[in-house]
């Protein structure tokens, strides 16, 4: 999950938004085909959010249940 395009690298908001959703099994039951679109739609979710590595895991948690809810219409 955390690989990354050479010389490319991900904000660190990328990271923990997806490490969050992980985590808590919030890809568990998507298809793999659709794993890398939905996390590209998380990266932008994070970096667009405002929060920062200062901010809680609770936070984040929170943020990133919103977010895959909106997602999937839940």
């Known amino acids: 999950i955390l690989k990354q395009p050479r ?6 908001e990328a990271h923990m938004a997806w490490l969050a959703a992980f ?14 679109e939905r996390l590209g739609r998380l990266t932008t979710a994070a970096a667009e959010s405002g929060l920062t590595l ?20 839940a």
């Open 7 to 12: 010389l490319a690298p991900l904000p660190i």
């Open 23 to 36: 985590n808590r099994g919030y890809f568990d039951h998507v298809p793999v085909h659709e794993v890398k």
């Open 54 to 73: 200062e901010d809680s895991t609770e936070r984040w948690t929170e943020a990133v249940k919103g977010w895959i809810g909106r997602e999937t219409g």
